[in-house]
């Protein structure tokens, strides 16, 4: 149960992360630096 939950919470941060820099307009070079 331990596993599904560490695997939860590093797919939220990702998917957050990947959302947070998409959004903005004016993301720049930022966006993939904070992606990959």
């Not at 599904?4 to 820099?21: R, S």
Request: proline share 3%; aromatic share 12%.
């Amino acid at each position: 149960m331990n596993k599904y939950i560490a695997e939860f919470i590093g797919t939220f941060f990702l998917v957050l992360t990947i959302g947070c820099t998409g959004i903005g307009a004016g993301a720049g070079v930022i966006a993939p630096l904070a992606i990959g």
